[in-house]
């Protein structure tokens, strides 16, 4: 597989189910937070997140979030939602995905990584040897000039033929997992 690529295509956190996860062999759940759980540096999640939150630990597994962010940004957030964290996570490096799965006792091919960026996210799981969702952001950025331009580089990897064959298989259809696509 390519660093590029996520192992599981999603729209919304909300369609990543337990089963999916077992499939895989993940046993922990690694976050990211702006635009995966909530709009970007918003200090709350919608109900249907806390219900996904809530379902995951009933089936078992632990979670985490992981971000570049400074701790100021991630520990309210996580304190709110009863998750451990690690913030300044250097994403894509493989240093703060390492350090949570040492931190959950689990070995890193056991932790999936969940998040809506293929240069921070996808990449640093793929670097990690960690398998991986990637999720439409919940809402595009549109003035940070960084990301709205490597949002159109993802667009334009996401819309490549060969990875239009594996959304055609996550989702039995094309076209539509990327704003705009």
């Not at 690694?30 to 540096?41: G, K, M, W």
């Not at 960026?117 to 793929?126: E, K, S």
Request: proline share 7%; net charge positive.
């Amino acid at each position: 597989m390519s660093l590029w690529y996520p192992t599981i295509y999603r729209r919304r956190i909300e369609e990543v189910t337990p089963d999916t996860l077992r499939g895989i062999g993940a046993r922990a759940v690694l976050l990211d937070i702006d635009n995966t759980l909530t709009v970007h540096d918003a200090p709350e999640v919608s109900d249907e997140v806390v219900a996904w939150l809530d379902n995951m630990r009933v089936a078992g597994f632990s979670l985490m979030l992981v971000s570049n962010n400074c701790a100021e940004r991630v520990a309210p957030f996580a304190a709110r939602l009863g998750l451990p964290y690690q913030a300044h996570a250097k994403k894509p490096l493989p240093v703060g995905f390492r350090r949570a799965a040492r931190a959950m006792g689990l070995p890193r091919r056991r932790c999936v990584v969940i998040g809506d960026q293929i240069f921070t996210d996808i990449l640093g799981a793929n670097l990690s040897g960690m398998p991986s969702v990637l999720l439409e952001p919940i809402e595009p950025e549109k003035d940070q000039r960084f990301i709205v331009f490597k949002r159109r580089i993802e667009r334009w990897m996401l819309d490549c033929p060969r990875e239009l064959k594996r959304k055609e298989m996550d989702y039995g259809e094309y076209g539509i997992f990327w704003p705009g696509g």
